[in-house]
Nanobody, 116 residues
Framework: QVRLVESGGGLVQAGGSLRLSCAVS????????MGWYRQRPEKQRELVAN???????NTADSVKGRFTISRDNAKNTVYLQMNSLKPEDTAVYYC??????????WGEGTLVTVSS
């Protein structure tokens, strides 16, 4: 069974940067489309970015040019580099593993708080 553990969240001032990590165990990330989602206060969970085993990726318009998703297959880890953070980026960020067949797996989330 695949297990996802996020890390790297915290408190940062507006304009600052954070890098989130998602360490995956139990299966190779090459078997999944890996993604980062976030849930802002009183909002639904939304896709931030995802990345395919080929390395191609998609990024939400709201974070395009500021956030970058990447994967390290050797470390079985996915990253989200977040730059130029804004208060509206405050959210719980979740790592997601979507297999080509079967059900998604989720991490427990990591809180990112951006102060103005």
């Amino acid at each position: 069974q695949v297990r996802l553990v996020e890390s790297g969240g915290g408190l940062v001032q507006a304009g600052g940067s954070l890098r989130l990590s998602c360490a995956v165990s139990g299966s190779s990330i090459s078997r999944y489309v890996m993604g980062w989602y976030r849930q802002r206060p009183e909002k639904q969970r939304e896709l931030v970015a995802n990345i395919y085993k080929t390395g191609s990726s998609n990024t939400a318009d709201s974070v395009k040019g500021r956030f970058t998703i990447s994967r390290d297959n050797a470390k079985n880890t996915v990253y989200l580099q977040m730059n130029s953070l804004k208060p509206e980026d405050t959210a719980v960020y979740y790592c997601n593993a979507r297999p080509y067949f079967g059900s998604d797996s989720w991490g427990e989330g990591t809180l990112v708080t951006v102060s103005s």
